[in-house]
Every structure is written in C-alpha cells, then in structure tokens.
C-alpha cells in the first residue's frame, strides 16, 4: 500500500514518519515556522509560490514534519505561531489558508505534541476561479443523475427520482428515468471548503462569483443504447476526473466494467462511488466492495481500492489521487446523505491532473463538440482549448472542410459558464462565437487553429492515418481488412475502413498491430500521439495514433511519430 496512506491513521495508532519529501509536487513539509528573518520570510514565499504551480493553484502543507518525512510535531504554542507564519506567506501571495487537520503525535514524552495539515489555494490572476472536470460514469440506474442532483441543488432525493429531474434534457429522459444526452452541471467551493449551489445561489454566474473552485458535472448515459454518446462525452469533452457510480443494490453489472475501461484506455483517473446504500444491509455492501476489489486490482486495472470511512482517509486519497493507483471508493446514499460530506471534500482538496502551463505556450488548437445559431450573433462553437490562448478579436483557421483545406475566421466573443471574458488558456471549456464561417462549415470534430498552423510537424489534416491498436474484444473469426467500425479521437467521432494491417492478416482479441484507417465522410485534424477507441457492435479496440497521411491520401511523404512497431 503507497506509504503516504499511513499518514493520520486512526486514534490510538503511531505513525512515525511519511515519505520523504520531494522537490516535484504540491506537498510541503515544514518542521516549523518561528518567526522568520525578512530574507527567509521572502524565501518561504517563494517557496509557497513553486508549489502552487506544481497543485494548479492548490498546495498541500504538512506543519510539525522534518524534511525526512518524521513527525516530530509542535506543542500548541509553536503550532499557532507556525500557522500564523504560513498565514501570511498565503497573505502575501494573495492565497487562502484553511487547516485540514490536525493530530496529536504520540512519544514516550508527557508533552502534547501536534502535526497539522494546511491547504492553500491561490486563484491565478487571470481566472476566475479553479476548475475541475468530472465525467460521471456507471451503469444505467446506479444512480448517477439522482447524485449530481442532490450535490447542485443542495436537497436530498425523496426515493422516487425528485433531484434528478432539472438535470434531464429530454421528455423522454423524464419519462424513463434515463440520461440519453450529454448534460452539465457544476457545483462551487469556497476557500473554506463550503459548499456553493442552487440551494444558495439562483443562477450559474452567481455560483462562479462565489466559488474559488468550481467541479463541473458531466453526467454521461449508462445505457449501452447510448454507448456512442457516452464515449463521445469521455473523448471530446476530455475530462480531468472520472466518478464511477455503482448500485449497491445490483453491484458491477451492465456497463460499469466497459465504462471503467474506457477511463483507463484515455488515462482518466477514476475513482469510485458506491451510492444507494441505504437500500441494502451491511453484508449486502460488503458484497459489492468485495466485488469492486477483485476488478480494481485485476492485472488490466492494477488499482489498490480503499473504502472511505473518515475525514483522514479523504485527505489521504486526495493527496496521492492521480499519482499512484489508489482508487477511493466511497459508500453514500443520495436519500439520507450519508457520507456525501467526505465525497465534496474529496473534490475540494484533489488537484487537476494536467499540468497546462506548457501547452499555453503553444500555437492555438480549439477542438469544436457543439455548435449553436444564435439569433443577432451567428455561429456559435462549443469546446475545449487544448493548445495555446484565444482573445476577443483573434483571426483563427476553420476546418478541416471536405477538401480537407481550412476557411479564414475571426472570434467576436467568449464565454465560460455564460458569463462573457476576454480570453481563455490551455485545458479550459468556453464557447466561442465566429464571424466569417457559414453553419455548414462547420461541425464536430472541427478544430480553431492558428494562422501559424502550417508550422506544425506532428498534426494535420488527413483521410486517412495508422494507430498502433489493442483489440480488447471481438466475436467472429477475427479483424480483417474491409471491418468498419465508429472511431473516437478527440473530439471527431466517425466511421472508419479498416485498409490493411502491417503485423497480422486476421487480428485477435487480446493481439496489438498497426491498422491503417480511412474516413468515409470527410477528413479529420489529427494529431501524432493521441488516443484512439473504436467499436462496432461488441468489437472494442484502443490505441494511439502513429502515422498520418497527406489529404490526397498517398502513403508517400507520411508524418511519422517513430514509435517501434510493437
């Protein structure tokens, strides 16, 4: 088990030491902090500074322990000046600081001795707020919707589906009970940890003006009729965290494995929530979690699961989320609301898992997922920038169109969260409305790009590509040339000919070779390097661009990323 897991442990129990501290990360360790000259003060702050671009904004102080990992701990006069010192180096960074916890450390001494964990928050001087990305997974009536909407509108669920109903786009989704479209919804935190939701707040832009955090829910479909616009919504909408949502009353059933193998093809970190748990008796829980153990730690997950049962397991989980193969799981029920508050601190301390700084820097690429007409504005594109910056006014390329070429635009306005701004950076969600492109010019799948674009040597416009492909499953006698199935990358979503494969004729479940794809309807903006799913049927299949092909779709002249064959 990750050693940092022995942090805080249960009353009564000794924990001598933590891992040593690293160099890389948000996690400082700090013996004390006694009344600091002005150059060591200053030195402190820059200190505070590093870590919070290594959390995005968000550090994580363990006060009382040596650089070596050992609690030695401070009795309560050194601690309070401690936490006054750290106080103001957040002060002075324009940050916030609230305690996590604090613990009293046990020697063969009489004196009380205490080690505390301080989280400090620092919103970048450009935005708003922080922001989170959360996919909502599982099978159908695991509960997933019902749980988003107890955590946004701030109410328990009576039994019968009420808190689930502002989150339905669709008659038919009232009628059913079932999320068949994409949704989102969000949920603010403060720097205390409060939570910020309809119950307080009547509109979204109050909930951003209130939050120094915001999670953005993307409820996704359960149903394996809806199993195209759920691997959509993973690969186009390109989330930082993954909540797998299980029944406790029926267990890993239906679509929950597809769905968690999904995350771990795109590299998603996931963790779990046991939800209706107020349906089932103890020994009906421990089933599922029994369940849930097997599969995480299978050799395709290789994940250690751990049951939240307390406010140290939460900050334990958080601290080590997305950096080790820790998979928290937790055991709540949207009718009484048992353990919820361990699932919003969790959010409130986890990180974001990409970095972004590098990819500002970067020429401009915004992948297109929506597109709307608005009235007395024209078209409107909904996404993500994944490369570079975008401002009011940038003239942009458009494409690719089906001659694979790109069509001159321009940005006339921005918004995230329908409030209007004047730009936005690498890894975050807006729309953007475009002047000088027609409706049908435009669709999902295509990309913003700058003018610059043609300086690029890794990413392009193409029919047709190859990617070093895993089948994970296949009925029949196997995947020839001819097959055609849906392919996902990024946010293009279309279906592609399976033109010749290099290593095999025939290719088995469980055998990786290299397959080259054809589009069928028009070209796609590919990039070396990204992640591709296909299926058609019960096929599945993963892997990763590694060769891409001019429009005219000779193999002369290939892009090639020099991956070994195998």
């Not at 671009?53 to 968000?58: K, P, Y």
């Not at 809806?226 to 909408?237: I, N």
């Amino acid at each position: 088990m990750d050693p940092l897991l022995e942090l805080f442990g249960e009353e009564g129990e000794r924990r001598d030491s933590l891992p040593p501290e690293v160099e890389e990360g948000n996690i400082e360790y700090k013996l004390k902090l006694l009344n600091p000259s002005s150059s060591r003060f200053e030195h402190l702050v820059t200190q505070m500074k590093w870590r919070l671009q290594e959390g995005r904004g968000e550090a994580i102080y363990e006060i009382g322990v040596a650089d070596c990992g050992a609690l030695t701990g401070l009795n309560e006069e050194e601690l309070k000046m401690s936490l006054d010192t750290l106080s103001q180096m957040a002060k002075r960074l324009g940050a916030s600081m609230v305690v996590l916890r604090k613990q009293e450390v046990t020697f063969k001494t009489s004196k009380k001795l205490w080690v505390a964990e301080v989280l400090v928050r620092k919103v970048p001087d450009d935005q708003q707020f922080l922001d989170i990305r959360l996919a909502v997974l599982g099978n159908m009536e695991a509960g997933k919707s019902t749980l988003l909407g107890v955590l946004t509108q701030g109410e328990l669920d009576n039994g019968r589906g009420k808190a689930r109903l502002n989150l339905f786009r669709h008659l038919h989704e009232i009628q059913s009970g079932r999320t068949s479209s994409i949704s989102h919804e969000i949920m603010g935190l403060t720097s205390e940890g409060q939570v910020v939701n309809y119950s307080t707040h009547s509109s979204a832009e109050e909930i951003c003006e209130a939050s120094a955090k915001l999670i953005t829910f993307i409820d996704l479909a359960g149903h394996h009729k809806y199993l195209k616009t759920t691997v959509f919504g993973l690969t186009a909408r390109r989330p930082d965290l993954a909540m797998l949502v299980v029944g406790a009353n029926s267990g890993v059933v239906g679509t929950t494995c597809e769905h968690l193998g999904f995350c771990l093809a795109l590299k998603v970190p996931t963790f779990v929530v046991v939800s209706k748990t107020d349906l089932c008796t103890p020994d009906q829980i421990r089933v599922v979690e029994r369940q849930l153990h097997d599969i995480l730690s299978s050799p395709g997950c290789n994940k250690i699961s751990m049951i939240v049962k307390s406010d140290r397991d939460v900050y334990n989980a958080a601290q080590r989320f997305g950096e080790s193969n820790i998979c928290p799981i937790f055991l709540i029920s949207s009718i009484t609301g048992e353990n919820l508050d361990y699932l919003t601190k969790f959010l409130n301390t986890v990180p974001k898992q990409h970095y972004r700084e590098q990819l500002e820097q970067q020429l401009t690429e915004f992948q297109v997922d929506e597109i709307y007409m608005v009235p007395e504005v024209g078209v409107v594109a909904g996404g993500i920038l994944t490369r570079g910056v975008i401002r009011e006014g940038d003239s942009l390329l458009v494409g690719p169109i089906e001659a694979g070429t790109f069509s001159n635009s321009q940005i006339t306005s921005i918004h995230r969260y329908r409030s209007p701004c004047r730009l936005i950076k690498a890894g975050q969600a807006a729309t953007v409305a475009i002047k000088g492109v027609e409706r049908p010019a435009i669709r999902k799948g295509t990309v913003l790009l700058s003018p610059l674009f043609r300086q690029v040597k890794d990413a392009m416009s193409c029919w047709k590509f190859v990617a070093n492909v895993f089948l994970l499953n296949h009925t029949g006698s196997g995947l020839r040339k001819g097959f055609q199935a849906t392919v996902y990358i990024a946010s293009a979503m279309q279906t592609a000919t399976v033109e010749y494969i290099e290593e095999e004729e025939c290719l088995q479940t469980g055998q990786k070779a290299h397959i080259h794809f054809q589009f069928m309807k028009y070209p796609e903006f590919l990039r070396l390097g990204w992640k591709i799913l296909f299926h058609d049927g019960k096929t599945r299949g993963m892997g990763e661009v590694t060769r891409l092909f001019k429009p005219d779709g000779m193999r002369k002249d290939p892009i090639s990323s020099n991956l070994p064959n195998r």
